[in-house]
């Protein structure tokens, strides 16, 4: 069953505008990670945030948790061509699983 | 440090043929996952390993897919025999043991069954 559903499924913006995806989940979770996966790569983590914190950034990456709406977001700051991928969601509501949901396919023309 | 490593890239077979997958974790890492990515899906989850033994397997086809984590450290994931449905990108990944680790991903293989 799929846990997290990012949403937009696509997202197309220019270079130096700010980019944000959202994640939305059915269960209680103990941690909810963001990857990032271009095309035909394998993914990378971006970042992980538990239940009991609510923002965390990591350089122009701001992910922010809701567990009372079982929502995350995902905001990218002046976005660059290399930040073209697909960003993914995964919640860990059970020892280390981690469910993903179907992706954001981001786009961002120079 | 080196990465999660995983052979082959790309692999194409004929239906009802068998393959097999093999991934090297980071070293030290107890927790090795095999999922199964469709194009334009998400990664799902086929099974995990802690150290050599399964902590969940309840997605994986166990009539045709197998998988095995000898010594705790390598792992080769099986398809016998394989479907058109099987074709898809199966990766690795694996981290440390407990909760709220972060999981790193090697490349993947790409699996074409014709």
């Known amino acids: 069953s799929q846990q997290g559903e990012e949403d937009p499924q696509a997202l197309s913006i220019q270079e130096g505008e700010n980019a944000t995806m959202n994640c939305s989940y059915k269960t209680s979770i103990n941690n909810l990670q963001w990857y990032r996966q271009n095309s035909g790569r394998g993914l990378v983590h971006l970042i992980l945030i538990r239940s009991n914190e609510r923002e965390k950034h990591s350089g122009r990456l701001r992910v922010t948790l809701d567990t009372s709406k079982k929502s995350s977001s995902l905001l990218i700051t002046a976005s660059r061509a290399a930040d073209t991928a697909s960003y993914f969601c995964a919640t860990d509501a059970n020892a280390g699983k981690s469910t993903f949901g179907d992706g954001t396919t981001l786009t961002v023309k120079p | 440090e080196a990465g999660v490593a995983q052979s082959p890239r790309y692999k194409i077979i004929e239906k009802r043929q068998s393959v097999a997958f093999w991934c090297n974790p980071i070293?030290?890492?107890?927790?090795l996952y095999w999922y199964q990515q469709i194009l334009g899906q998400g990664p799902k989850l086929l099974i995990q390993f802690q150290n050599n033994g399964v902590v969940d397997d309840s997605q994986l086809p166990k009539d045709r897919f197998s998988a095995e984590r000898l010594k705790g450290v390598d792992s080769t994931l099986k398809i016998q025999p394989a479907k058109l449905e099987d074709s898809a990108v199966y990766l690795c990944?694996?981290?440390?043991?407990?909760?709220?680790?972060?999981?790193?991903f090697g490349q993947g293989t790409r699996l074409t069954v014709v």
């Open positions: 070293s030290g890492h107890a927790t």
């Open positions: 990944a694996s981290s440390m043991q407990g909760v709220n680790t972060e999981a790193f």
